[in-house]
């Protein structure tokens, strides 16, 4: 009874979290990025920096909230547990090609489609190639995954299970960039309508798809490295795309899909058995 009653008053912790992440990342949002933006016009690069900024606020929320998260430990021996499993290179290498195949395949489609280069697709946006890698790993990398991965990830796994987790999870982390989808559509083919609704789709489904290729990997290497790396390999691609438009979401959301089930079916073990039945019909 006492378990009981422990475990959902951890869980209406846990949800408070996502509540005050939420409301802590718009009003950054909106009160740092717009004033940034509208009030003191402030310079491209100066907004990037307010906008990295700004996605640390899981973590600032995290930190926070730590003493009622986590009553059990202090700080740093929380951030010591989550990076001190042993890293495994294969599974890192695995999970970033995945990814960033999965980023790259819809605009090899869209170029062929389209009859457009390839190369046309990327920009370095004005800024040195280190500042754009350092703002890529600044930003979400760094920013959101002692929050998300650190400490959602394992709540979300003691109540729901390893898929509904990472489904509830995703969704979570989708609709926490709500406020950001609708600049971000203004820029393609339109703010409301079917556009915005196929941008929507396409941002729960790859978030989602990437949730799963993290708790795949962490499952076997429960070190956040593994996270803030899987996360990087992400923006790297995206926060360098250009001339984009909701086609490549459209096929974004296809391949991250199929990208999904595989690790989902690697990590059930399917191709493990695959491999068991080839050598049993060879023997």
């Given at each position: 009874m006492v378990a009981n009653e422990i475990k959902t008053q951890r869980m209406d912790v846990m949800w408070k979290y996502v509540i005050f992440s939420y409301l802590l990342?718009?009003?950054m949002v909106m009160a740092l990025g717009g004033s940034a933006a509208m009030v003191f016009n402030a310079p491209p690069l100066v907004q990037r920096i307010v906008e990295a900024f700004c996605a640390?606020?899981?973590?600032?929320?995290?930190?926070?909230?730590?003493k009622k998260l986590r009553p059990e430990t202090n700080l740093k021996d929380f951030v010591k547990s989550v990076f001190s499993q042993k890293l495994r290179l294969d599974l890192m290498l695995v999970s970033g090609v995945a990814v960033v195949l999965s980023s790259i395949v819809p605009l090899l489609i869209l170029s062929f489609s389209e009859g457009q280069s390839f190369t046309s697709f990327f920009s370095l946006k004005g800024y040195s190639l280190p500042v754009t890698l350092l703002l890529c790993l600044f930003a979400g990398p760094l920013g959101e995954e002692l929050g998300w991965r650190g400490y959602l990830r394992v709540e979300l796994d003691k109540k729901y299970g390893f898929i509904q987790a990472s489904i509830v999870a995703g969704v979570i982390w989708a609709f926490w960039h709500a406020i950001l989808w609708f600049v971000d559509v203004a820029f393609m083919d339109g703010a409301t309508g079917w556009p915005l609704v196929i941008y929507i789709i396409a941002n729960?489904?790859?978030?989602?798809?990437?949730?799963?290729?993290?708790?795949?990997?962490m499952q076997r290497s429960n070190n956040l490295l593994n996270a803030i790396w899987i996360h990087l390999c992400y923006n790297v691609i995206f926060y360098h795309l250009t001339n984009i438009n909701l086609a490549y979401f459209g096929w974004l959301t296809i391949v991250y899909a199929i990208t999904g089930a595989l690790f989902l079916l690697y990590h059930y073990g399917y191709f493990s058995r695959g491999k068991i039945v080839v050598a049993e019909m060879k023997s």
């Open positions: 990342f718009w009003f640390w606020a899981p973590t600032f929320a995290f930190l926070i909230m730590f729960v489904v790859v978030m989602t798809s990437l949730v799963i290729i993290m708790n795949v990997v």
